[in-house]
């Protein structure tokens, strides 16, 4: 059962060879034995987990079920769900209880789904190894000495370890990509307006975008299935007609054109992963893809100009946590200005204490100009190299990640380095663009690494496509870490 596709449990349940009462108890069980150690969750609740379940089968037997029906799926705890603790990985929500559901929680719920629990993710999403939120790093489960990545660490950790069927992730700069990649699984962060930012706490609102992680590209379509789809409570959300992001899954890909940006294969990327990429491209002209040598030319400075537009974002995001209304108020205080600072000081961590002062400096009178606006600029010429390469070729393709997953604690002391994981990613948030990553092997210290594929606006379908045909020719997507009881 724990290496099925969504596909094969759902016909499991369908055919009543396992209840969904059963699944998620294995589930739990596995939680209950393994998350100390991996702190994969920061909350689980068993008995809402276990009155889900209950109701799907209760649906399963009533022949209404729909694909996703009975399965457990984790939540990054970044989403608001009713009645569940909802932390955001910081402090200043430590105690926070939700008090509606966000967009893709009620999706899941709708599909019948059932949520077995919150994960771990860096504080407000702030981060690259997990390590910045409130309740601990999280264990990569192929090496517990290793960083799952981040910021949807926890999401990464329980797929790969088995701790859920599938999970919920967000990217604003590659959360959702680099832990994918640093955990050997499958993620899609989708085109951006393409899933609903209601009720998913906000880091930098015009980056911001949710998507599922899996093991195979083939449950990241059906996962997808569930949560895209028009919200007017979000401005951005896209009208669009709904689709079937599995139609295309089957597609042989003989005159695929694969665009290989060199500004992503030179000086930085590690041998490791680079000879697991260029394997990749191989398999794919064995599949029939041409190669065409494509150039990104600004893309050197998409992670300087994230990091004035994403803190400029988060400092105006983050201004709503004053101790107020609701979240962390600190116990003592003096008056209404000592309790906005104390409460402030108090209930953030220092990575989101550093965003806030560099986002707030950008904003100010003064150094708007020099420094917000020309990123803005910057931001729509990394667009423009996109969609002229997108001239040249239908998918692009690279490495997710510079390193394989690097030692917990390695970089903790400097931030640079660390917002260097995301050098290969950031680009597509500030293009808006469908980015995904897959297994693609393991490095010389045995840690996954992962394979970056961009596609133009709205075409999910076909890197899903793109994905699932190397996933039926390669195993690297079915691997499971050792020690973990399967
Ligand atoms: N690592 C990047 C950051 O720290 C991206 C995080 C994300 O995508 N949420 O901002």
Known sequence: MLNSSLLQLGSALRAKTISSVELTQLYLDRINALNPALNAYITTNFESSLAQARAADTLLASDKAQPLTGIPIAQKDIFCAKGWRTTCGSRMLENFIAPYDAHVIEQFNNAGAVNLGKTNMDEFAMGSSNETSHFGAVKNPWDRNAVPGGSSGGAACAVAARLCAAATGTDTGGSIRQPAALCGISGIKPTYGTVSRYGMIAFASSLDQAGPMARGAEDLA?????????????????????????????????????????????????????????????????????????????????????????????????????????????????????????????????????????????????????????????????????????????????????????????????????????????????????????????????????????????????????????????DHHGRAPQNIEL
């Open 222 to 474: 059906l996962m997808l299935n569930v949560m895209t789809g028009f919200d007017e409570r979000d401005s951005t959300s896209l009208q669009r007609d709904k689709e079937d992001y599995a139609r295309d899954l089957s597609k042989p890909l003989a005159g695929l054109r694969i665009g290989l940006p060199k500004e992503f294969f030179a000086e930085g990327l590690s041998q490791d992963v680079a000879s697991c990429v260029n394997e990749a491209i191989a398999e794919y002209k064995k599949l029939g893809a041409t190669i065409v040598d494509i150039s990104l030319p600004n893309s050197r400075l998409a992670v300087p100009v994230y990091y004035v537009l994403a803190p400029a974002e988060a400092s105006s995001n983050l201004s709503r946590y004053d101790g107020v209304r609701y979240g962390y108020r600190a116990p003592e205080y003096t008056d209404l200005a000592d309790m906005y600072e104390k409460s402030r000081a108090q209930g953030f961590g220092a990575e989101v204490k550093r965003r806030i002062m560099i986002g707030t400096y950008v904003l100010s009178h003064g150094y708007y100009d020099a420094y917000y606006l020309q990123a803005q600029k910057i931001r729509r010429l990394i667009a423009q190299d996109f969609e002229n390469a997108f001239k040249q070729c239908d998918v692009i393709m690279g490495p997710t990640s510079p390193s394989t997953a690097f030692d917990l604690g390695s970089k903790g002391d400097d931030p640079v380095q660390m917002y260097l994981s995301d050098i290969y990613t950031i680009a597509v948030n500030l293009a808006g663009l469908p980015g995904m990553s897959i297994p693609a092997g393991f490095g010389s210290n045995g840690r996954p690494v992962g394979l970056q594929i961009i596609g133009n606006y709205f075409k999910e379908a076909q890197m899903l496509n793109v994905a699932h045909q190397y996933q039926l020719a390669t």
